[in-house]
């Protein structure tokens, strides 16, 4: 599904130049369930991001389902993205101004999907979240875990073929990290690509795949199955 | 996926509510003005423009040069009209009108209406429906008037009025005149108004002579063949007139003398009247306009909707660190630009619309004010016109794009890995929102000290010294008085206690032009009076004596100048002098006094030549009392019962001449006003818009504020922090706007030769003010800001 080979990237800001990725290469098959994990500030959520279509690297080769992405305009990512990605992120991103039900629904409509449909997939996927009964509240109304797994069924509401995590259970207890972290293992049982920013050996237990990173390079890779 | 916007702009007002009022208020305002703009420009466009014919009316103008001045009249007498209709092909009829009053009554009491002499042809010409008559004969009968549906009420009760009689005054009878039709009232937007028409009134021998070329004293219309080339005609008149009146002009000038040339006859179109300052509309022709207001008014409403705009934009830009997440999640989901676009127009379509619906309110609510203000009488059923809601519409949809647009475009440029990690910040320096803060407080400013400028040199107007006294004076009008009849009266007024003194004088104002012996022409103000007149008004005598009843020849060859009369003639010592008037070269009189230069115009005009006489022949028109202070009640009963007594076939008016030289200004009152409520509602909505900043920066420095009160920052510290960028660029706006309001504010008041210098502490009033507004505006919430409590404001961080 994912294979990327030399991708590098650079911030450049007045005064300093960081490379956040170099020459970074690794390979994700279908259904995998990756972690990553590395010390703040190594390039993960870079990594993150590239994969997810929403930067570009400056230099390398980006592979996704055997089509070379790394130079696709802004448009083409868009589109890309929308029927293939989902996103769960550590401080949630909900839109405040928007109910539970409405945020979940959002990424249906941005791919056109008839209103009476919409209902239909928010409803079974917020049952899927165990987060029906709060449809109509607002996410600051909920409790972090609960907001978390509203991003979750955000994130997989249009069936994505890969989910890309960025530490999701790192403003989480562990009671609510382990919640989140059981809907994304089913959700991989389901056939659903998941690669996952960590900082927490215990929840990397959870994949199949731990990549290790430093300093925008990967280390090691250790398989757990 | 509207809905989803439209629900997101709702919530999104609805918690906002500082910011949704700011635009809100601002907005309203701004398309209020505008919508009245609209209203009042489209008003003017329109004007005349009802009458079938209005493209083939024309005007019969002149041009003519004095001393190489050009000067251009619009008045015309008995021949033109008639003369060029039968001798110049292409024009097929014309029509005389001719203002005046006349003296009437149905029962016993006496009025003075107001109204126009027409020929007959005035309904063939002009379209001005009747409710009852024959437009082509209702005119041709001597003895018939035309009455409007409200005199019609007015005077029977009914509009079913024709055939009844009304009374009107000739020499001393009355005499029945019958009503053969009555019209609706003339159009609010018509150059051209009545009451009451009565047929022209011209003799055989008024026809015939040709001296008549240069007696003007109406306006005449022609209507022209639809084929008729303008230019044409009007080479054609010119060829006739010179043709027809070249022995006549040669005679003249040779009698009377005169630096004058033929001069030039042409047309002007009817609906180049209403704006055209000169040749307006004179002489029974009403409501001239000019088209400066039209200027000066769009400009203000444009100046208040732009700075409307600019709160939109500067707001919805600096809020949007508060929206950049939602901004960055919504491409993550899957929004592309385009659609995000889409969404910030809506909203702020949305905020137009509300604003939108708030003006229309608002229009309707201020309607009578601004009639008042912009002298016209617009209806609230004007706002149905589909020109005018076809503007309103585009109006709407321009306010909404200039408003949304530059913030829709920025805020869907973020992009989200820059959004979603809280590294995010407005970059720059915001130069943009700086500058259109700049440019409101400078338009703001600008309106401020023009503001000043006007009010000072109103004041200025209003209270200078006239150079006599015009206080307690009250003037009583009676036509046609002569002077042994005047006697009478004023001995009878004096029998009053209260009455101080009395004096007569010539009615309106007489011009005329004369000679000296050097033969220099002087054009001067021509005054008819008694030897009480000068006294009465305190007007300094500097050389040689008043009239006096000890001097008969004072009654047949004495006058007396003022000042300018004698700078003009260049005379050394003017005593003994003598004139030879224009008009008739056989009389000549001697100077006996000299006056100082007094006001006795306006101080919109210069001091000019003014000659006074007791000349029996002139008749006086106006009764100059003096009352004793605080008596005004008591002498004003008094006058009135004397003057039924005296002349029970007139009517009786009075005026204080206090009031009456106020109203010279008049309309500087109304600019005056004008100029207070667009400088109020530009620094008003300036100011929120301000407001609204100093709450977003402030909020986006709650961390900063709260690390400086940790280290140690006292609240006015905090608070000057805050406060000084807005007061920088405040300070800016006034370097650019002092200078320009300068010069505009001498430029106008270059209309007045009687003015007051700008000085600078006008300047350091207005920009302390500016200062002063915009310091408690922002000081408000920098105030607020610093004194919360640091602890809280970085725990939320
Ligand atoms: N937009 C940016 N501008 C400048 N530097 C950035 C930006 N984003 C990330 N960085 C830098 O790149 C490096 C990698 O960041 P990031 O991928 O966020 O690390 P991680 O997620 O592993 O903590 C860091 O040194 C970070 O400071
Ligand atoms: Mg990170």
């Known amino acids: 599904m994912i294979k990327i080979s030399d991708l590098e990237k650079v911030y450049r800001t007045e005064e300093v130049e960081t490379v956040a990725l170099n020459k970074l290469s690794f390979e994700v098959k279908d259904g995998e369930f990756v972690a990553v994990m590395g010390p703040s500030g190594c390039g993960k959520s870079t990594l993150l991001n590239i994969l997810g279509l929403l930067d570009d690297p400056d230099a390398g080769s980006f592979l996704f389902n055997q089509i070379e992405v790394a130079h696709f305009n802004e448009r083409k990512r868009a589109d890309l993205r929308k029927h293939n990605i989902g996103f769960v992120f550590q401080s949630f991103n909900l839109i405040d101004e928007l109910t539970v039900f409405e945020n979940v629904e959002l ?72 919640e989140v972290m059981q809907l994304l293992t089913e ?24 990549i290790r990173m430093l300093d925008g390079q990967t280390v090691t890779e250790n398989i757990l199955i | 996926m509207f809905k989803n916007y439209l629900t997101i702009a709702w919530r999104n007002l609805k918690r906002n509510k500082i910011y949704a009022f700011i635009n809100i208020a601002g907005l309203s305002i701004g398309l209020a003005c505008a919508m009245l703009i609209l209203l009042y420009v489209k008003d003017e466009v329109s004007f005349d423009r009802f009458h079938n014919n209005v493209g083939n009316i024309y005007r019969i103008v002149s041009k003519n040069k004095y001393n190489g001045q050009e000067y251009k009249s619009t008045n015309t007498g008995f021949l033109q009209g008639s003369r060029f209709t039968q001798n110049v092909p292409g024009i097929k009829t014309f029509v005389r009108v001719q203002s005046g009053a006349e003296d009437i009554k149905t029962g016993t009491d006496v009025q003075s209406q107001d109204l126009l002499y027409v020929d007959s042809s005035f309904f063939n010409v002009f379209t001005f429906p009747l409710i009852a008559g024959n437009p082509q004969t209702c005119l041709k009968e001597p003895r018939s008037i035309v009455i409007s549906e409200d005199m019609a009420k007015k005077q029977f009760g009914t509009t079913d009025a024709v055939g009844k009689v009304i009374m009107i005054k000739e020499d001393s009878a009355f005499q029945p005149y019958k009503v053969t039709a009555v019209a609706r009232r003339s159009p609010q937007n018509s150059s051209i108004r009545f009451e009451a028409l009565l047929p022209f009134k011209e003799s055989a021998d008024d026809a015939r002579n040709n001296d ?54 042409f047309l ?66 899957g929004g592309e630009r385009k659609q995000l676009i889409l969404q910030f127009l809506g909203e702020s379509f949305l905020l137009c619309t509300i604003s939108f619906l708030m003006a229309i309110w608002l229009v309707i609510l201020v309607l009578p004010l601004f009639n008042n203000l912009a002298n016209k009488a617009l209806a609230i059923s004007y706002l149905l016109d589909a020109k005018l809601v076809g503007g309103y519409i585009i109006l709407y949809l321009l306010t909404g794009i200039l408003a949304g647009f530059y913030p829709a475009l920025v805020l869907s440029g973020y992009k989200p890995v820059d959004t979603l990690y809280s590294r995010f910040n407005i970059k720059g320096k915001n130069y943009l929102q700086k500058s259109l803060v700049v440019l409101q407080f400078t338009l703001a400013s600008f309106l401020i000290i023009a503001t000043f400028t006007i009010y000072t040199q109103f004041n200025y107007l209003t209270t200078e010294d006239l150079g006599y006294d015009d206080s307690n004076l009250v003037i009583l009008h009676k036509d046609r008085l002569k002077h042994t009849d005047a006697a009478l009266f004023k001995n009878e007024l004096l029998k009053n206690s209260n009455i101080l003194g009395v004096s007569a004088k010539n009615g309106g104002q007489w011009g005329t032009a004369a000679r000296n012996a050097i033969d220099t022409t002087i054009q001067f103000a021509y005054e008819t009076v008694d030897e009480h007149y000068i006294p009465l008004l305190k007007i300094p005598l500097l050389q040689g004596r008043n009239f006096s009843k000890d001097f008969p020849a004072d009654s047949t060859q004495s006058v007396i100048v003022n000042e300018s009369f004698v700078k003009k003639a260049g005379w050394k010592t003017p005593i003994g002098q003598t004139v030879n008037f224009w008009y008739n070269n056989n009389e000549t009189y001697t100077v006996i006094g000299v006056v100082k230069d007094y006001h006795f115009a306006s101080l919109n005009q210069k001091i000019g030549p003014q000659l006074f006489t007791m000349k029996n022949d002139n008749m006086y028109g106006d009764y100059y009392v003096k009352i004793k202070p605080g008596s005004a009640t008591a002498s004003l009963k008094w006058l009135r019962s004397k003057f039924k007594e005296f002349y029970p ?34 620094i008003f909505i300036s100011c929120i818009g301000l407001f609204g900043l100093s709450v977003l920066s402030a909020e986006k420095r709650t961390k900063e504020i709260g690390i400086r009160k940790v280290l140690g920052a006292s609240v006015n510290n905090v608070a000057a922090i805050l406060s000084k960028d807005f007061l920088k660029l405040v300070a800016i706006a006034l370097i650019v706007a002092v200078p320009a309001a300068y010069m505009a504010g001498d ?51």
């Open chain 2, 649 to 682: 076939l007139s009517p009786y008016t009075y005026k204080f001449k206090d009031d009456d030289n106020k109203r010279a200004y008049d309309d500087v009152a109304k600019w005056k006003q004008i100029m207070l409520f667009s400088a109020f509602l530009t």
């Open chain 1, 187 to 210: 959700l991989n049982e389901q056939g659903t690509t998941i690669v996952m920013v960590t900082h927490s050996e215990h929840d990397a237990r959870y994949s199949h795949r731990i």
């Open chain 2, 268 to 333: 002007q179109p009817y609906i180049d009247i209403h704006m055209n300052p000169e040749l307006g509309a004179q002489n029974g022709m009403v409501n001239g306009s000019n088209p400066t207001y039209a200027y000066i008014l769009s400009g203000i409403a444009l100046f208040v909707l732009l700075i409307a705009c600019i709160n939109f934009i500067n707001l919805t830009v600096a809020r949007s660190v508060k929206r950049a997440k939602e901004i960055g999640i919504r491409k993550v989901v």
């Open chain 2, 747 to 797: 430029k106008w008041l270059q209309n007045y030769p009687y003015r007051i210098t700008q000085s600078w502490w006008l300047f350091a009033g207005a920009a302390l003010l500016v200062i002063m507004i915009a310091l408690i505006t922002v000081s408000f919430q920098a105030i607020k800001a610093a004194m919360a409590n640091p602890v809280k404001s970085l725990r939320t961080e």
């Open chain 1, 107 to 178: 990424p249906l409509i941005y791919t056109g999907v008839k209103t009476a449909e919409r209902k239909k997939r928010v409803e079974e996927v917020l049952d899927k979240v165990q987060i029906m009964h709060r449809r109509n509240h607002y996410p600051q109304q909920l409790s972090g875990g609960q907001q978390q797994r509203v991003a979750v069924a955000r994130a997989v509401v249009n069936h994505p073929k890969l989910i890309l995590a960025d530490e999701p259970t790192g403003n989480l207890d562990s009671n609510n990290g382990n």
């Open chain 2, 212 to 265: 008549n070329w240069y007696n003007f004293f109406l306006n005449t219309f022609v209507v022209l063949q639809p084929s008729a080339n303008l230019n044409t005609v009007n080479t054609e008149i010119q060829k006739f007139y010179v043709r027809d009146a070249g022995q006549t002009f040669k005679e003249m000038t040779e009698k009377y003398g005169g630096g004058g040339t033929m001069g030039e006859y």
